[in-house]
T-cell receptor, first 114, second 116 residues
Framework: GDSVTQMEGPVTLSEEAFLTINCTYT??????LFWYVQYPGEGLQLLLK?????DKGSNKGFEATYRKETTSFHLEKGSVQVSDSAVYFCALRGSPGSARQLTFGSGTQLTVLP | EAGVAQSPRYKIIEKRQSVAFWCNPISGHATLYWYQQILGQGPKLLIQFQNNGVVDDSQLPKDRFSAERLKGVDSTLKIQPAKLEDSAVYLCASRMTSGGAADTQYFGPGTRLTVL
């Protein structure tokens, strides 16, 4: 079945540091890929998504590129802020004809220090 | 646009008691999901509805969990009787069925359940 493997945390960075959170997936066909963010005490919010190979999703300075050859969707940000402290989840939605539920990774806790 | 609403936000019960959670999805979203998120893990799908019909409940522990969406809008998830391992955050999500944003699920704030 579909699965998502996410870089384990927690990750602690200083403000303005470069962020990478690794995400790889296993799925048949061409799934859609997502990054969700969960701020303390809140529900999950969609951060960005990509629906086909080589697509780049971007939002709020975060980027991730759908790499089918390496089955990866790594999240990056050039300069993190204290307000980016949250838990980040990588997820996939199966391609048409497969189970189309969202499958999540285990999450990566990011703490940004001033 | 109002988001997905859930209540209560927090619930503490003793094992073997019953509990119910309520979800009101975004207006016009035909698809509704319930997820269980155990501390330190990603959300796991429990059940998916399309309007008032069940699409997928393969991961719902049906001996103790039940869910309904009688009028195709609000939904209720019930646990009876609760076990210690049911302590988790229960998330409701909804999405459009068609259109450009149909791939995106919108999540509510969740209900944090503690079973003592």
């Amino acid at each position: 079945g579909d699965s998502v493997t996410q870089m384990e945390g927690p990750v602690t960075l200083s403000e303005e540091a470069f962020l990478t959170i690794n995400c790889t997936y296993t799925a048949t066909g061409y799934p859609s890929l997502f990054w969700y963010v969960q701020y303390p005490g809140e529900g999950l919010q969609l951060l960005l998504k990509a629906t086909k190979a080589d697509d780049k999703g971007s939002n709020k300075g975060f980027e991730a590129t759908y790499r089918k050859e390496t089955t990866s969707f790594h999240l990056e940000k050039g300069s993190v802020q204290v307000s980016d402290s949250a838990v980040y989840f990588c997820a996939l939605r199966g391609s048409p004809g497969s189970a189309r539920q969202l499958t999540f990774g285990s999450g990566t806790q990011l703490t940004v220090l001033p | 646009e109002a988001g997905v609403a859930q209540s209560p936000r927090y619930k503490i019960i003793e094992k073997r008691q019953s509990v119910a959670f309520w979800c009101n999805p975004i207006s016009g979203h035909a698809t509704l999901y319930w997820y269980q998120q155990i501390l330190g893990q990603g959300p796991k799908l429990l059940i998916q509805f399309q309007n008032n019909g069940v699409v997928d409940d393969s991961q719902l522990p049906k001996d103790r969990f039940s869910a309904e969406r009688l009028k195709g809008v609000d939904s209720t998830l019930k646990i009876q009787p609760a076990k210690l391992e049911d302590s988790a955050v229960y998330l409701c999500a909804s999405r459009m069925t068609s259109g450009g944003a149909a791939d995106t699920q919108y999540f509510g704030p969740g209900t944090r359940l503690t079973v003592l």
